[in-house]
Structures are given as C-alpha cells and as structure tokens.
C-alpha cells in the first residue's frame, strides 16, 4: 500500500454530507469584555458563518449567524438569531427547561474508539444545560434585540478532548411559535448524530490538512479545505478487502470481507437457478 492510500484508508467517514463543513478559529491574543452583545471590536476578527440549513423540512425564513474565536485557554461563540422580538418565546422561569421557549443547542464531540460529546444549551432567558453537569467550565451572556436574541458563550478547553487539531462541532436554533428548526450542519434523523457534525480546527487549514493527510499546501482557505477533505474520505460502509470465499466444506462455506469502517452488515444468499426467497444472515 503506497502512502497516499495508507493517509486516505485512514479516513474513514461516517457522514451522510458530502462535505464536512469546517471553520479555522483565529486566536486572538486581545484583550475583549465579554457580555457585550457582540459590539466588543474583537468580534470583526472572528470567523463568521451564516451558511445554515433547515431541520427536518422545518421552513427557515430568517437568518442565523455565529462568530468562534480561541483565546490562550478558551473558546468563545457567538450567535445571533434574527426574529421580531413578539415571536420571542421566552422561557416561562428562569431556572426551568431551555427546552419550553426559544433556544440554542450547541453540540462538541469527535468519532473514532474514544468518541465523545457535549451537549450545551442556551434559552432566550439565559437558561442553561450541559449534558455533564460541567457549568463551571462555560459562562454564557444572552442578549435581546428588536429584530432577535443571541448570546456569547466562553468555553474553557477543558471541556473538550481535542484529537487532531479540531473537534466537532453543531449550533442548532429552536423557535417555537414559528416551528422553526435549523442547524449549521446538515443532520439526518436527531441533534446527537456526531459524524454529521462539522468541524471547529484549532489551527489553520492547511496545517490542519498537512497533519491529517500529510499533502501539504502553501495556501489553503475553507472551500479549498472542504474540497480537498471531500477527495480524501472513503465511505464507512465501502468494501476494502474481499469478499473471500474460504473453508469449504460439503455443505459450507466462510465468507468475508473487510469495510472501511466498523458498520452492521449482513448477508444474503439462496440457492442457484431457484427463485425462491433471499435468506439473510
């Protein structure tokens, strides 16, 4: 096996998106007050991204943004949902459920033997949740406008378990009254579904894409990134090896194959030149 296919075998995906979508978060070494609303000027050195996608076929008739950048020992989002603030559904107690009135879900995780995630979430009246009881590591400041809420959160890197410069990464919107539910990477069937992520790198593309892949690149901006990573998946479920036919018997025989990744699979079979039905193993 030459070494460009050892660097591609390596990459096995998951995901059901053709593209993975990936931010660089700039570190920033500036000093900033945080719970500003997003009006502190180190808010135009972040990286912004307002590419969302509706969720389940909910419509999606407003826009949503979000900002991220890395201080020395953490990472800081910002969001911004637009709505006229009497379609607002704010939460009925303060320290209730983020879950009965207008809210943010923000998803961190990674695939592979020592896979995990975190679940954070942001309601409109500064409600919060973490799926490990971790509030400590994490402060958030909502703010509401006439035309929306938003919030800025300052994550301490602690929280997160960082393999290969980057973790995974979702910010997905509930809006009650309007039945209106997007998220920034495009999910399948529910919010957890890590593979579907997309991605946060703690560096720049190009370094990120040199570690992974060892190709190395002079420049390299998102779409370049998202294009070339494209090019260098190979699908979980693809038959690397096989299939084998071996140990034969009167009456038996084993068969065996190898796939890209670790998937359910199973077998169909029924006799030769007969039409009667598959059976499956």
């Keep these: 096996m030459n070494k460009k296919n050892q660097f591609k075998t390596a ?25 500003t609303g997003m009006t502190d000027p180190i808010w135009q050195k972040a990286v912004l991204a307002d590419d969302f996608s509706s969720y389940n076929q909910y419509k999606m008739d407003r826009r949503s943004t979000f900002s991220a950048f890395r201080t020395v020992d953490s990472l800081v989002i910002g969001f911004f949902f637009e709505e006229d603030k009497k379609d607002i559904t704010f939460q009925t107690d303060k320290n209730g459920s983020v879950w009965n009135g207008d809210m943010a879900e923000l998803h961190f995780g990674s695939m592979g033997p020592d896979g995990w995630l975190l679940q954070l979430g942001v309601g409109v009246k500064g409600n919060r949740f973490d799926s490990t009881g971790n509030f400590d590591k994490w402060k958030v400041k909502v703010f509401v406008r006439k035309n929306g809420w938003g919030a800025e959160l300052k994550i301490h890197n602690s929280a997160f378990c960082l393999t290969e410069g980057g973790i995974r990464f979702n910010l997905c919107r509930q ?27 703690f560096c720049d593309y190009k370094t990120a ?25 190979i699908p979980a479920a693809k038959i690397m090896h096989g299939p084998y036919l071996s140990n034969p018997d009167s009456n038996s025989v084993s068969i065996s194959w190898a796939t890209a990744g670790k998937i359910p699979s199973f077998l169909q079979y029924r006799e030769k030149n007969f039409n009667a039905e598959w059976c499956k193993v």
Aim: with cysteine; net charge positive.
């Design 11 to 35: 990459n096995v995906s998951y995901s059901n998106n053709k593209i993975c979508k990936t931010l660089a978060v700039p570190l920033i070494s500036d000093d900033f007050k945080f719970g």
């Design 175 to 201: 809006s009650l009254k309007k039945r209106l539910f997007c998220t920034w990477s495009p999910l399948q069937l529910r919010f957890h579904e890590v593979e579907n992520f997309g991605e946060l790198l």
């Design 209 to 233: 894409f040199s570690m992974r892949y060892g190709i190395h690149f002079d420049s390299m901006d998102r779409a370049e990134f998202e294009k070339q990573s494209a090019k260098m998946q």
